[in-house]
């Protein structure tokens, strides 16, 4: 199921998503980051907005890839591990805030301030969790998936 491509998409699409959306916050420029050579895209907020759902995307794309392996090709051989129902959770979290907030930024939406905030909120917040579980699955080697005799 780990493959070095699906890998690889996931830990670039993560670190691009991570980088991305602190760029949505005017941090980068605040703190002069952005005037080291070769990083001023991270001051440009559309630059950082479009690699945000482009990278969202790819990782919306492998969320569901790493779903159907589960469900249709091991179903009899794999199950989630409890690291990875809490990561996959924590994720389910952070794509449905992250599709309300596009839906927010299309033309003609009707979202009230409000809502906005508490979306922002909960879309960081389910962020920082998932960086945190990512961090502490990567240091204690639990994966998202344990064969199925196992308990």
Do not use: C, E
Not at 28 to 55: C, E, N, Q, V
Not at 75 to 83: F, W
Not at 105 to 130: E, K, T
Request: aromatic share 14%; charged share 10%; net charge positive.
């Amino acid at each position: 199921m780990k493959t070095p491509l699906v890998r690889t998409l996931y830990i670039i699409s993560a670190f691009f998503l991570v980088i991305t959306g602190f760029g949505q916050m005017p941090i980068y420029k605040r703190y002069y980051l952005s005037s080291l050579p070769g990083l001023s895209w991270l001051a440009d907020f559309y630059i950082t907005h479009w690699l945000h759902y482009l990278f969202a995307a790819v990782l919306m794309g492998l969320a569901v890839y790493g779903l159907a392996l589960l469900f249709l090709a091991f179903r009899k051989t794999r199950r989630p591990s409890i690291s990875g129902m809490v990561r996959g959770i924590i994720l389910a979290g952070i794509i449905l805030t992250g599709i309300l907030l596009v839906f927010y930024n299309l033309p003609g939406s009707s979202f009230s301030q409000g809502s906005v905030i508490i979306l922002d909120l909960a879309h960081m917040l389910f962020a920082m969790a998932f960086l945190v579980a990512g961090l502490v699955s990567v240091i204690r080697r639990q994966p998202w998936t344990r064969p199925r005799s196992q308990r």
